[in-house]
């Protein structure tokens, strides 16, 4: 069983910066793309950004220039290093990992986390 673990949310003022990470633990071979997606209360889950295992990256308008995503293969771990943080950004924000390959399994499975919060204040 794969399990994702977030950890680094919390409150800050707007303008300042927050990194969010992600391990994934289990008996992991591979992920494909490991990513981050956020939502505010009364509204749907929104695609953050995202990460391939060769490193290419996709992000949502309203968060490039002012987010990063990486992550570290050998650690099965993600980041989000948030700067120039807007009240607007305040969510819970979710680890996704896609196309996971465990020990003695032969297709992708498709995992989430269960979010931590992100509070941005004016």
């Known amino acids: 069983q794969v399990q994702l673990v977030e950890s680094g949310g919390g409150l800050v003022q707007a303008g300042g910066p927050l990194r969010l990470s992600c391990l994934a633990s289990g008996s992991i071979v591979r992920i494909n793309t490991m990513g981050w997606y956020r939502q505010a209360p009364g509204k749907q889950r929104e695609l953050v950004a995202t990460i391939t295992s060769d490193g290419s990256t996709k992000y949502a308008d309203s968060v490039k220039s002012r987010f990063t995503i990486s992550r570290d293969n050998a650690k099965n771990t993600v980041y989000l290093q948030m700067n120039s943080l807007k009240p607007e950004d305040t969510a819970v924000y979710y680890c996704?990992?896609?196309?996971?390959?465990?020990?003695?399994?032969?297709?992708?499975?498709?995992?989430w986390g269960k979010g931590t919060l992100v509070t941005v204040s004016s």
């Open positions: 996704n990992a896609d196309g996971v390959i465990t020990i003695g399994q032969y297709y992708g499975m498709n995992y």
